[in-house]
Nanobody, 120 residues
């Protein structure tokens, strides 16, 4: 499956952005969708994931209560990001896999990334 991420941009601290990830086909029920981010000089980290079959979600402690991942359509997931902080600045990637995992190696499809920049 091919993934297309969009919605990034420049926002002031405290603002909001909504990222979208569109798959090239219907997302199967066995799929786990995830959002990762990578800041300059840092490892790529999982910030949120969503189990397609149940709607179960997980968020990293650093974004809990501020970021919400949800299903939009049969092939689209969203990441609503509120109360953004400068430390949220990174390239954000959506990914698809089948493991309930935060390990990037467990994901077999990746979007191209979308830049999020939060100014102080």
């Amino acid at each position: 499956v091919q993934l297309q991420a969009s919605g990034g941009g420049l926002v002031q601290a405290g603002g909001s952005l909504r990222l979208s990830c569109v798959a090239s086909r219907r997302i199967y029920s066995s799929t786990v969708m995830a959002w990762f981010r990578q800041a300059p000089g840092k490892e790529r980290e999982c910030v949120s994931r969503f189990r397609w079959s149940t709607g179960a979600t997980w968020s990293a402690d650093s974004v809990k209560g501020r970021f919400t991942m949800s299903r939009d359509t049969y092939n689209t997931v969203l990441l609503q990001m509120n109360s953004l902080k400068p430390e949220d600045t990174a390239v954000y990637y959506c990914a698809a896999g089948v493991q309930w995992s935060g390990d990037r190696s467990d994901y077999f499809s990746w979007g191209q990334g979308t830049q999020v920049t939060v100014s102080s």
